[in-house]
């Protein structure tokens, strides 16, 4: 499975992009301890056993391991060829209406829950194979199941609510600063996990995307990309948007402006052939496009890779969003921050769009660049005392 982490270890990385969160604690690094606690609550009215799973990156050493309950690191032994079963990292989870609370070290990583039986993980000589349910022969496919991605490091916590790789198990994040409020992110409207997979699956082409257990109940819905990847959604299902935008801007200009804090760093675009050409300022080529196809766009990757530098990964960015809210022709000035442009298009994004109407705060990981112009389901805290997750009602 390609492993999209959408919370980098660096830190920086979070901070340097467009419309990304400003990380402004002058909290010394002392003042994150080694764990801080995570508190799991299940209102799911569910009656299945659940299991919870803390993986991901040592950030003190890069090993890749994963977490008891206590906090405590266990690196992953080597892998094979074929893949070997990895350790049972599987701690109990709380019963319904119950609560646990468990040990977040510095990691980053994902904590995984399933419903009703244990998740399936195994080890390569590179390392953990994520599930990868898009794969009908992955053993993890008729499993009900999610994840929530996070930081925490000595500049503090960061936890998302994501559904870029697929919309399954609702569920909301929080985290709460040392003497102050909490943040959460993440809940769905009432009857919004409904109202959801009714919505797409009346949506012209979108409904593929819905998968379900042997016995008929829903799974999950998987996001586009693995759609296009998959057949359940048509690989030119972006095609048209794509065509009007290389069409308008063969005569006018696109201008991005990918650094909130930056205003004046502007990039100018413009389509020859098929090629999106930009320059800079000062009328430098600084890097090219080629007219990207459906995966492209809904990866955020392939045609629109945005690799961790200062000038293409930001543009890239900036026109992910902009392909994915289909704004690119309704604005020449990008990112778009009025979002009431979003996903107005007949071409559009659909599972992004029906993912943010259904949220309490409108805000989601849609895909993976939902975060240009903080439109993502993300919390932060540079000094947290505790975080959450809350696992909602299936209504």
Not at 75 to 88: E, L, V
Not at 168 to 191: D, E, F, I, R, W
Not at 332 to 361: G, L
Request: glycine share 10%; charged share 10%.
């Amino acid at each position: 499975m390609r492993k999209r982490l959408h919370l980098p270890a660096i830190v920086a990385a979070l901070v340097t992009a467009a419309g990304l969160l400003t990380v402004g604690s002058s909290t010394p690094a002392a003042a994150v301890p080694a764990t801080i606690p995570l508190k799991i609550s299940n209102n799911s009215g569910r009656g299945d056993a659940l299991y919870i799973y803390n993986l991901g990156t040592n950030l003190a050493t890069g090993q890749q391991g994963w977490a008891d309950s206590a906090g405590n690191f266990h690196a992953w032994p080597a892998g094979g060829n074929p893949p070997t079963p990895a350790p049972d990292a599987s701690i109990p989870g709380p019963a319904n209406g119950q609560s646990i609370t468990i040990r977040m070290p510095k990691f980053s990583g994902r904590v995984y829950f399933s419903y009703g039986q244990k998740l399936v993980f195994k080890l390569t000589t590179g390392g953990l194979v994520q599930p990868a349910v898009q794969n009908p022969s992955d053993p993890n496919r008729n499993i009900l199941f999610s994840w929530s991605e996070y930081t925490l490091n000595d500049s503090g916590l960061w936890i998302n609510s994501t559904q870029v790789d697929m919309f399954s198990v609702p569920y909301a994040v929080g985290v709460q600063p040392t003497g102050g409020t909490t943040k959460t992110t993440g809940h769905l409207k009432p009857g919004g996990y409904n109202a959801f997979f009714n919505s797409l699956r009346s949506q012209p082409g979108w409904g593929g995307l819905i998968q379900t257990a042997p016995n008929g109940s829903t799974l999950r819905a998987l996001s586009p990309l693995y759609g296009v990847e998959t057949g359940g959604l048509p690989a030119n299902a972006m095609d048209d948007y794509v065509n009007r935008v290389w069409s308008k801007y063969s005569s006018q200009t696109l201008t991005v402006t990918p650094f909130a804090n930056q205003p004046n760093t502007k990039y100018f675009g413009r389509v020859s052939g098929n090629t999106m050409n930009f320059t800079n300022s000062s009328g430098q080529t600084v890097t090219s496009f080629q007219k990207p196809d459906s995966a492209s766009i809904f990866g955020c990757f392939k045609l629109l890779d945005a690799p961790n530098d200062l000038v293409r990964g930001p543009i890239s960015r900036t026109l992910c969003a902009g392909y994915n809210r289909s704004t690119l022709l309704v604005n020449p000035n990008q990112p778009d921050a009025n979002n009431a442009n979003f996903y107005q298009d007949s071409v559009t994004n659909q599972y992004s769009k029906k993912v943010h109407q259904q949220m309490v705060d409108g805000k989601a990981y849609g895909f993976a660049f939902d975060d240009v112009g903080a439109h993502e389901a993300l919390v932060h805290d540079g000094n947290p005392a505790q975080a959450f997750l809350t696992l909602d009602p299936f209504n």
